[in-house]
């Protein structure tokens, strides 16, 4: 009768209600990486992100790049959206003037009406010429001053007069007009050059 009272306490008989648990435990315990894949696998993250870097970099300095040329263009086009029009004025200028230098020279004793006709369109084209620079339209006389290729196109060359360096403008028929900066119309100059003819 003890026999059968007493517990069986063989390996067989041991409870199994832990077994489960021992398992799950078991099952998420992570498995040691070797150290060779470890450090491969931190290279190529490593290799990933400056890929990246690389690549976000780039981009951002060409969005820069695009946001600078389009507010260039911007400003071009306002700055410059006038230039026709400014071109058409300034040779309304230009005619202007050769009207005025049609007029007879001042001089002593002329008739009053001449002096008064030659003071009120010099004073129409005072007037002109600050309208016009205000809006960034300027007038550059050549004549006197060495040739500016960026401001002067020759129409002719003469041997330089007496105490005059050669490449000087010697006459100017038109001045030349900038707007903002940029060329509108460039002068029309002779200028002085050394071994030239007279019907150069």
């Given at each position: 009768m003890n026999d059968r009272n007493t517990p069986d306490m063989s390996p067989d008989a041991v409870p199994q209600d832990n077994a489960p648990e021992a398992a799950s435990r078991e099952a998420t315990q992570p498995l040691p990486e070797q150290p060779a894949d470890a450090m491969a696998r931190i290279a190529?993250?490593?290799?990933?992100?400056?890929?990246?870097?690389?690549?976000?970099?780039?981009?951002?300095?060409?969005?820069?790049?695009?946001?600078a040329r389009t507010k260039r263009e911007v400003e071009d086009a306002r700055q410059y959206a006038v230039q026709k029009f400014a071109r058409d004025v300034v040779e309304a200028a230009d005619n202007l003037r050769r009207g005025l230098d049609a007029l007879p020279a001042a001089e002593e004793g002329e008739a009053e009406l001449l002096t008064k006709l030659r003071g009120g369109f010099e004073g129409v084209e005072r007037n002109f010429i600050g309208i016009l620079e205000r809006n960034g339209v300027v007038r550059h006389d050549a004549e006197g001053k060495p040739f500016d290729p960026d401001l002067h196109q020759a129409m002719a060359q003469q041997p330089p007069p007496e105490g005059v360096a050669s490449g000087t403008v010697i006459q100017a028929w038109t001045p030349a007009w900038t707007l903002n900066g940029r060329l509108l119309k460039p002068a029309m100059v002779v200028v002085a050059g050394e071994g030239v003819s007279e019907t150069a």
């Open positions: 190529e993250l490593e290799a990933a992100l400056a890929e990246t870097k690389d690549r976000w970099m780039r981009s951002e300095a060409e969005m820069q790049n695009l946001r």
